[in-house]
């Protein structure tokens, strides 16, 4: 097992140099998945509902799996940081992949987002069950009090706005279709940023900035 610097440092250093080169990649060609999709290859095509729950699930499972045999995790700051981070991909891996009207997705990229929701919930699981350190004083702090309000803001706004993309098809229909007019365009890219907020403060508010500051400190090294 990786100290917790160690566990941070890399995590934060595989996903600042997948960003870099994917990015890279993106300038080139784009991604076969959703509108981008021209043909499946070799392989069938996976149905949305199927590859949502299988390409999601290892960030819900892994985690719990962690907590099942990690014996004495009873700190409140532990489980409730745990328990935020399950209850988003709970909805991701089950509700959302029960009412999705999505398209079909390629074999290799339900592949690709098991491997990294594995990864995913490996090392995050880790540091919030090893690593969190927190103690009583901790919840009553303005950061958490902040981070639960936009935790929960941005589950709210991403699954209402699930809720107008699916509706947007009719049954049975999956061409690619986005919201129209301003207003709706300005909830999309909202949609967008509370993803990233969503996801960062289920760590407390403080663990992104905290990822990005020992990536620094690695580089620096």
Known sequence: MLSCKALSVTYSCMLTAGAVVLSYRQRSRQTPYGRYVRHFGAWKPVPAKLAWLVQEL??????LLLWATAGETSVI????????????????SFIYALLTKGRPSPFF????????CTVNGLFQ???????AQYDEAW??????????????????????????????????EVVYKIPRGNIRTLWRDLERVVRVLKK?????????????????WFLKL
């Open 139 to 172: 919840l009553t702090d303005i950061r958490l009090i902040l981070g639960l309000t936009l935790f929960f803001l941005g589950m709210a706004i991403n699954i209402h706005s699930d809720h107008i993309l699916r509706n947007l098809r009719q049954t049975g």
């Open 77 to 92: 700051g532990r489980t409730l940081l745990l328990a935020l981070f399950c209850g988003h991909y709970f909805q991701r």
């Open 200 to 216: 960062s403060h289920s760590f407390s508010c403080v663990l992104a900035f905290q990822e990005c500051c020992g990536c620094l």
């Open 125 to 131: 699981g880790s540091y919030m069950l090893f690593c």
């Open 109 to 116: 990229i339900v592949v690709s987002a098991v491997i990294f």
């Open 58 to 63: 290892p960030s819900f499972f892994v985690p």
